[in-house]
T-cell receptor, first 109, second 114 residues
Framework: GQQVMQIPQYQHVQEGEDFTTYCNSS?????IQWYKQRPGGHPVFLIQLVKSGEVKKQKRLTFQFGEAKKNSSLHITATQTTDVGTYFC?????????FGAGTILRVKS | DGGITQSPKYLFRKEGQNVTLSCEQN?????MYWYRQDPGQGLRLIYY???????QKGDIAEGYSVSREKKESFPLTVTSAQKNPTAFYLC?????????????FGDGTRLSIL
Protein backbone atom coordinates (compact mmCIF):
# COMPACT_ATOMS: atom_id res chain seq x y z
CA GLY A 1 0.00 0.00 0.00
CA GLN A 2 0.93 3.65 -0.04
CA GLN A 3 3.61 4.60 2.41
CA VAL A 4 5.36 7.83 3.29
CA MET A 5 8.89 7.41 4.64
CA GLN A 6 10.09 10.24 6.82
CA ILE A 7 13.70 10.77 7.91
CA PRO A 8 15.43 11.26 10.22
CA GLN A 9 13.41 9.76 13.06
CA TYR A 10 15.09 12.01 15.58
CA GLN A 11 17.39 15.03 15.53
CA HIS A 12 19.02 16.94 18.34
CA VAL A 13 20.51 20.30 17.31
CA GLN A 14 22.20 23.22 18.99
CA GLU A 15 20.10 26.36 19.07
CA GLY A 16 20.92 28.39 15.99
CA GLU A 17 21.71 25.39 13.80
CA ASP A 18 19.57 24.46 10.83
CA PHE A 19 17.26 21.45 10.66
CA THR A 20 15.77 19.50 7.78
CA THR A 21 13.29 16.63 7.65
CA TYR A 22 12.49 14.70 4.48
CA CYS A 23 9.49 12.73 3.27
CA ASN A 24 9.61 10.25 0.40
CA SER A 25 6.96 8.30 -1.43
CA SER A 26 7.39 5.58 -4.03
CA UNK A 27 4.33 6.83 -5.90
CA UNK A 28 3.12 10.27 -6.95
CA UNK A 29 1.25 12.31 -4.39
CA UNK A 30 -1.74 14.59 -5.05
CA UNK A 31 -0.47 16.96 -2.38
CA ILE A 32 1.49 16.96 0.85
CA GLN A 33 0.65 18.53 4.18
CA TRP A 34 2.96 19.34 7.08
CA TYR A 35 2.02 19.36 10.77
CA LYS A 36 3.82 20.19 14.00
CA GLN A 37 3.07 18.49 17.30
CA ARG A 38 4.51 20.07 20.43
CA PRO A 39 5.40 17.68 23.29
CA GLY A 40 2.17 16.64 25.00
CA GLY A 41 0.09 18.44 22.39
CA HIS A 42 -1.84 17.72 19.23
CA PRO A 43 -0.75 18.11 15.60
CA VAL A 44 -1.22 21.58 14.17
CA PHE A 45 -1.44 22.18 10.44
CA LEU A 46 1.46 24.17 9.03
CA ILE A 47 1.11 24.16 5.26
CA GLN A 48 -0.05 22.30 2.17
CA LEU A 49 1.91 21.93 -1.07
CA VAL A 50 0.10 21.03 -4.26
CA LYS A 51 2.18 21.96 -7.31
CA SER A 52 5.22 20.20 -8.67
CA GLY A 53 8.40 21.97 -7.53
CA GLU A 54 6.48 24.26 -5.20
CA VAL A 55 8.40 26.15 -2.52
CA LYS A 56 6.69 28.00 0.31
CA LYS A 57 8.16 29.93 3.21
CA GLN A 58 6.85 30.75 6.66
CA LYS A 59 9.39 32.94 8.45
CA ARG A 60 12.30 30.56 9.20
CA LEU A 61 10.51 27.51 7.73
CA THR A 62 10.92 26.54 4.07
CA PHE A 63 8.78 23.81 2.54
CA GLN A 64 9.52 22.15 -0.79
CA PHE A 65 7.60 19.72 -2.98
CA GLY A 66 9.66 17.73 -5.46
CA GLU A 67 9.34 18.01 -9.21
CA ALA A 68 7.99 14.47 -9.45
CA LYS A 69 5.64 15.06 -6.48
CA LYS A 70 7.16 12.08 -4.69
CA ASN A 71 9.18 13.86 -2.04
CA SER A 72 9.06 16.88 0.19
CA SER A 73 11.20 18.62 2.76
CA LEU A 74 10.87 21.03 5.64
CA HIS A 75 13.88 23.16 6.47
CA ILE A 76 14.17 25.33 9.56
CA THR A 77 16.83 28.01 9.56
CA ALA A 78 18.52 28.95 12.83
CA THR A 79 16.45 26.79 15.14
CA GLN A 80 15.03 28.18 18.36
CA THR A 81 13.86 26.38 21.48
CA THR A 82 10.28 27.09 20.43
CA ASP A 83 10.80 24.82 17.40
CA VAL A 84 10.93 21.65 19.53
CA GLY A 85 8.35 19.04 18.71
CA THR A 86 7.53 16.38 16.16
CA TYR A 87 7.12 17.35 12.53
CA PHE A 88 4.86 15.16 10.43
CA CYS A 89 4.28 15.08 6.72
CA UNK A 90 1.06 13.64 5.34
CA UNK A 91 0.82 12.64 1.72
CA UNK A 92 -2.46 12.52 -0.16
CA UNK A 93 -2.94 9.60 -2.54
CA UNK A 94 -6.26 10.24 -4.25
CA UNK A 95 -8.66 10.22 -1.30
CA UNK A 96 -6.28 8.59 1.19
CA UNK A 97 -4.10 10.65 3.53
CA UNK A 98 -1.02 8.81 4.81
CA PHE A 99 1.08 10.24 7.64
CA GLY A 100 4.82 9.80 7.94
CA ALA A 101 6.20 8.55 11.27
CA GLY A 102 7.42 12.03 12.13
CA THR A 103 10.77 13.60 12.99
CA ILE A 104 11.35 14.52 16.62
CA LEU A 105 13.32 17.75 16.95
CA ARG A 106 15.11 18.66 20.16
CA VAL A 107 16.97 21.97 20.49
CA LYS A 108 19.79 22.52 22.98
CA SER A 109 20.09 26.07 24.25
CA ASP B 1 -13.34 30.16 20.41
CA GLY B 2 -14.14 27.45 17.93
CA GLY B 3 -12.39 24.16 18.23
CA ILE B 4 -12.50 20.46 18.89
CA THR B 5 -13.04 19.14 22.39
CA GLN B 6 -12.01 15.63 23.30
CA SER B 7 -12.81 14.00 26.62
CA PRO B 8 -11.65 12.55 28.81
CA LYS B 9 -7.97 13.48 28.60
CA TYR B 10 -6.95 10.20 30.24
CA LEU B 11 -8.92 6.96 30.27
CA PHE B 12 -8.27 3.55 31.74
CA ARG B 13 -9.90 0.40 30.47
CA LYS B 14 -10.37 -2.90 32.23
CA GLU B 15 -10.18 -6.21 30.41
CA GLY B 16 -13.39 -6.99 28.55
CA GLN B 17 -14.70 -3.46 28.90
CA ASN B 18 -15.93 -1.13 26.19
CA VAL B 19 -15.05 2.52 26.56
CA THR B 20 -16.24 5.56 24.63
CA LEU B 21 -14.15 8.58 23.74
CA SER B 22 -15.98 11.83 23.14
CA CYS B 23 -15.27 14.30 20.33
CA GLU B 24 -17.26 17.49 19.85
CA GLN B 25 -16.57 20.32 17.40
CA ASN B 26 -18.11 23.77 17.07
CA UNK B 27 -16.31 24.66 13.85
CA UNK B 28 -19.30 23.69 11.72
CA UNK B 29 -17.01 21.31 9.87
CA UNK B 30 -18.53 18.65 7.64
CA UNK B 31 -16.07 15.80 8.09
CA MET B 32 -14.66 14.24 11.24
CA TYR B 33 -11.94 11.66 11.77
CA TRP B 34 -10.46 9.42 14.41
CA TYR B 35 -6.75 8.62 14.45
CA ARG B 36 -4.61 6.43 16.62
CA GLN B 37 -1.06 7.51 17.46
CA ASP B 38 1.55 5.06 18.75
CA PRO B 39 5.14 5.98 19.68
CA GLY B 40 7.41 6.16 16.66
CA GLN B 41 4.55 5.81 14.20
CA GLY B 42 2.52 8.17 12.13
CA LEU B 43 -1.16 8.74 12.72
CA ARG B 44 -3.32 5.88 11.52
CA LEU B 45 -6.92 6.41 10.48
CA ILE B 46 -9.54 4.43 12.38
CA TYR B 47 -12.85 5.81 11.05
CA TYR B 48 -14.07 8.91 9.30
CA UNK B 49 -17.40 10.53 8.58
CA UNK B 50 -18.05 13.00 5.79
CA UNK B 51 -21.71 13.65 6.59
CA UNK B 52 -24.18 12.98 9.37
CA UNK B 53 -25.40 9.39 9.66
CA UNK B 54 -22.63 8.10 7.44
CA UNK B 55 -19.13 6.88 8.24
CA GLN B 56 -16.39 4.81 6.64
CA LYS B 57 -13.73 2.46 7.94
CA GLY B 58 -10.15 3.62 7.90
CA ASP B 59 -7.03 1.49 7.89
CA ILE B 60 -7.38 0.04 11.41
CA ALA B 61 -11.12 -0.09 12.15
CA GLU B 62 -11.18 -3.57 13.73
CA GLY B 63 -12.16 -3.41 17.40
CA TYR B 64 -13.60 0.11 17.11
CA SER B 65 -17.04 1.55 16.39
CA VAL B 66 -18.36 5.07 15.78
CA SER B 67 -21.58 6.97 15.28
CA ARG B 68 -22.40 10.33 13.68
CA GLU B 69 -25.88 11.28 14.80
CA LYS B 70 -25.09 14.99 14.93
CA LYS B 71 -22.77 17.12 12.84
CA GLU B 72 -20.94 18.31 15.95
CA SER B 73 -20.30 14.93 17.54
CA PHE B 74 -18.31 11.84 16.53
CA PRO B 75 -17.80 9.48 19.49
CA LEU B 76 -15.43 6.51 19.24
CA THR B 77 -16.04 3.28 21.14
CA VAL B 78 -13.06 1.05 21.82
CA THR B 79 -14.52 -2.40 22.21
CA SER B 80 -13.18 -5.41 24.06
CA ALA B 81 -12.31 -6.86 20.66
CA GLN B 82 -9.47 -4.33 20.37
CA LYS B 83 -6.69 -6.32 22.02
CA ASN B 84 -4.07 -3.60 22.07
CA PRO B 85 -5.96 -0.38 22.80
CA THR B 86 -3.21 1.48 24.65
CA ALA B 87 -2.50 4.55 22.52
CA PHE B 88 -3.11 8.25 22.07
CA TYR B 89 -6.38 8.89 20.22
CA LEU B 90 -6.85 12.03 18.19
CA CYS B 91 -10.08 13.37 16.75
CA UNK B 92 -9.91 15.75 13.80
CA UNK B 93 -12.25 17.64 11.51
CA UNK B 94 -12.10 19.31 8.12
CA UNK B 95 -14.20 22.06 6.62
CA UNK B 96 -14.94 20.18 3.46
CA UNK B 97 -15.46 16.51 2.86
CA UNK B 98 -12.17 15.79 1.19
CA UNK B 99 -8.89 14.81 2.79
CA UNK B 100 -7.13 17.57 0.85
CA UNK B 101 -8.48 19.97 3.46
CA UNK B 102 -6.25 20.82 6.46
CA UNK B 103 -7.02 18.70 9.50
CA UNK B 104 -7.92 20.43 12.78
CA PHE B 105 -7.11 18.24 15.77
CA GLY B 106 -8.40 18.01 19.32
CA ASP B 107 -6.10 17.65 22.32
CA GLY B 108 -6.41 13.88 22.33
CA THR B 109 -7.34 11.12 24.77
CA ARG B 110 -4.68 8.86 26.21
CA LEU B 111 -6.09 5.36 26.76
CA SER B 112 -4.37 2.79 28.95
CA ILE B 113 -5.16 -0.74 30.10
CA LEU B 114 -5.58 -1.45 33.79
Amino acid sequence: GQQVMQIPQYQHVQEGEDFTTYCNSSTTLSNIQWYKQRPGGHPVFLIQLVKSGEVKKQKRLTFQFGEAKKNSSLHITATQTTDVGTYFCAGLYGNKLVFGAGTILRVKS
Amino acid sequence: DGGITQSPKYLFRKEGQNVTLSCEQNLNHDAMYWYRQDPGQGLRLIYYSQIVNDFQKGDIAEGYSVSREKKESFPLTVTSAQKNPTAFYLCASTRGQGLHQPQHFGDGTRLSIL
